[in-house]
């Protein structure tokens, strides 16, 4: 069956969604309260970010216990409960297989360092003896600074962690680690999950150790560990051994990647689909990535568009919980808020592929306007304005500016805004793990859906149609125009096209439709000449 392609994925990050019990955190029985919503809102498959037990210090991306739920979200049993209300709304679980790493807090972690022979627990993951003084290898962490880390009490040993310091990455030379993995994987799906979403997969195996270039920026490593044939082969074998026994899909999340990989990926069916990363550079630059530039349509409109045409399936994404709210980058939350969260709702929605919707995305919820470092909570806003003062020999002011407007991951991880009540009905009072945005009284779900014409109402719409209509679905792409301005393509299904046009810019444009057209449905109500677009308008014509 292939639910996966036909149905539109929401993203829950659990913290942030629902807070049942008073507590400052989301919980599983929050995101049951809400299960409704997602319905009505269209929703087929949720995907949960990382619910299992974890110290949090990458916000569950550090996991201490594959088997167990995390006590902040509550018990095996509200999950169990999850997996039957969802099962009766007729919406898919699909969970975060978060296996490059693990938390060092996770018992394997704990027993690898303890000193005693034979230890099986310290082939589980990658340690190694440093080069007399120097460390094992140049690489980086992705979280700046380098991927090694000393071990307390062991004599010259350092253990490699390629996102934060309490993020150990995990040995796939290791038979029992492949194994265990497979075990994890089979738990959840006996309980009926409907697949992962696979966190850096491509990084997981690590063909070499040696030292990368030192005239690199940033990645050092890559070379040795992304896209790596060992990965291919685990993955295939996952697929063989245990994900061919159940209805499942795999989503990886690929930064690196090539057309040619990504094709890789889906002919071997190492993954049924995956995350690409070259359109978040459209207002920033991909080298420095803390190095903010004007957005232009261009950049983002462009990658998304070659690789519609070069793979025959893709995940698509404007946000997620790494990245900046897309009405506040690509779009203009001043001046056409609900304008541009509409058309980008349009966009995301008419491409070929799974459309994943972050959680707020469809109330068009912002970055923060003024938030402080003082308040951050994301890891690696942390680690990189603290490298970014160093290398760059700037204030922390300074640095923090140029996070806070780049790559701060905290803007789209705050409560989601439920209503205009205290903490926008995230719970009913207690202080959220992070701080609430200041515009809850202006964008939150029960005012958009008092209105009609608001953005969710818009969402819903869409949802519907899109999941009525088989040229959205099935259609194939074809690119018709794109600029900084307007951009535009067809999908085509079974001889019938349609046309999708987007305006990115703040005025009125002119553009001349060649095709003789039909309007199906656009961000707009009002009448508008056909080839004078409003601003921020998007539309689906079909093609007669
Ligand atoms: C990608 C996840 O989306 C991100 O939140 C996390 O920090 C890294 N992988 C490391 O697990």
């Not at 360092?113 to 034979?118: A, F, G, S």
């Not at 889906?266 to 070259?278: G, I, K, P, Q, V």
């Not at 640095?399 to 789209?412: L, P």
């Not at 959220?432 to 005012?447: A, E, G, H, Q, T």
Request: aromatic share 14%; charged share 30%.
């Amino acid at each position: 069956m292939n639910e996966f392609k036909e149905r539109v994925v929401y993203q829950i990050y659990p913290s942030s969604f629902k807070d049942s019990n008073n507590d400052g955190w989301g919980d599983l029985q929050g995101i049951i309260s809400k299960l409704d919503y997602l319905k009505d809102l269209g929703i087929g498959i949720i995907w949960l970010s990382p619910i299992y037990e974890s110290p949090m210090d990458d916000m569950g991306y550090d996991i201490a216990d594959y088997k167990k739920i995390n006590h902040r979200f509550g018990t095996m049993e509200d999950f169990d409960e999850l997996i039957a209300e969802a099962k009766k709304r007729d919406i898919l679980i699909v969970m975060d297989l978060v296996i490059n790493h693990t938390s060092t807090e996770h018992a394997w972690f704990k027993e690898a360092i303890k000193d005693y022979p034979n230890n099986k627990y310290r082939d589980y993951y990658i340690i190694k003896e440093g080069k007399g003084k120097k460390l094992p290898n140049n690489w980086d962490s992705a979280f700046t600074g380098t991927c090694w880390k000393k071990i307390d009490g062991l004599d010259n040993k350092y253990y490699m962690h390629l996102y934060c310091e309490t993020q150990a990455d995990l040995n796939y030379y290791n038979e029992d680690v492949i194994q265990e993995i497979e075990g994890i994987m089979r738990f959840w799906l006996d309980k009926g999950v409907y697949g992962f979403r696979c966190d850096v997969i491509n990084n997981i195996f690590k063909s070499s150790f040696e030292n990368d270039s030192f005239f690199k920026l940033a990645n050092k490593g890559d070379k040795y560990y992304a896209n790596q044939k060992g990965m291919f082969d685990i993955l295939k074998r996952f697929r063989v051994e245990v994900l061919d026994n159940y209805n499942c899909f795999l989503v990886g999340e690929t930064c690196t990647l090539t057309p040619e990989i990504g094709r890789e990926f889906l002919e071997s069916r190492a993954l049924d689909m995956f995350f690409e990363f070259d359109h978040i550079y459209a207002d920033k630059f991909s080298k420095i990535p803390v190095f903010r530039r004007k957005f232009q349509a261009k950049k983002l409109v462009g990658p998304i568009f070659k690789w519609q045409e070069e793979v025959p399936w893709i995940a698509n994404y404007l946000e997620n919980h790494d990245q900046l709210r897309s009405v506040s980058r690509y779009g203009n939350e001043k001046d056409f808020h609900s304008e541009s969260a509409k058309m980008l709702a349009l966009f995301l929605l008419t491409l070929k592929g799974t459309p994943f919707i972050y959680q707020g995305e469809e109330i068009g919820m912002t970055n923060i306007s003024d938030l402080k470092f003082e308040e951050v909570n994301d890891c690696a806003s942390i680690s990189t304005v603290a490298t970014v003062q160093k290398i760059l020999h700037v204030k922390k002011e300074k640095a923090w500016k140029m996070i806070n407007e780049t790559i701060c991951r905290d803007h789209a991880r705050t409560p989601m805004q439920w209503s205009d009540q205290v903490n926008a009905g995230f719970n009913d009072g207690e202080k959220p793990w992070l701080r609430m945005n200041n515009n809850f009284n202006l964008i939150n779900v029960k005012k958009e859906q008092q209105e009609e014409n608001s953005i969710l109402n818009f969402y819903k719409r869409l949802i519907k149609f899109r999941n009525e209509s088989d040229i959205l679905k099935y259609g194939s792409f074809e690119r018709q125009y794109v600029s900084n301005k307007i951009c535009s393509f067809y999908r085509t299904y079974n001889g019938r096209r349609y046309l999708i046009v987007l305006n990115f810019s703040d005025e009125v444009e002119t553009y001349w439709l060649k095709d003789k057209l039909s309007l199906i449905m656009s961000t707009y109500n009002e009448d508008f000449h056909m080839n004078a677009l409003p601003p921020h308008f998007g539309g689906i014509f079909e093609v007669i």
